[in-house]
């Protein structure tokens, strides 16, 4: 079975930065595109980032030029670096996954969450 589970969220206070990260286990044959989401009570979820296997990189224009993503193929692992932080990134962040395993066809993955509250 495949997992995928996030780490790093926390209260920071505005301008701060989180690192939050996030990995895939399991009986993975290949992971392709990996990315954060977050959502916020009564809306919905939106893409934060993603990344391609290539390194390819996309993100939301309200996070451009502040938040990373970066990945370590070798550890199916994915990094949201998050700096000059705001209270409206305050959400749950959820890292998704596109993975082919040995006993299932390509899938989405989803984590549990991370809280990111961003607070003075």
């Known amino acids: 079975q495949v997992q995928v589970v996030e780490s790093g969220g926390g209260l920071v206070q505005p301008g701060g930065s989180l690192r939050l990260s996030c990995v895939a286990s399991?009986?993975?044959?290949?992971?392709?595109?990996m990315g954060w989401y977050r959502q916020v009570p009564g809306k919905q979820r939106e893409l934060v980032a993603g990344?391609?296997?290539?390194?390819?990189?996309n993100y939301a224009d309200s996070v451009k030029g502040r938040f990373t993503i970066s990945r370590d193929n070798a550890k199916n692992t994915v990094y949201l670096q998050m700096n000059s932080l705001k209270p409206e990134d305050t959400a749950v962040y959820y890292c998704?996954?596109?993975?082919?395993?040995?006993?299932?066809?390509?899938?989405?993955?989803w984590g549990q969450g991370t809280q990111v509250t961003v607070s003075s």
């Open positions: 399991g009986r993975i044959l290949r992971v392709y595109t």
């Open positions: 990344i391609t296997s290539g390194g390819s990189t």
């Open positions: 998704n996954a596109d993975i082919t395993s040995w006993t299932t066809l390509r899938s989405d993955y």
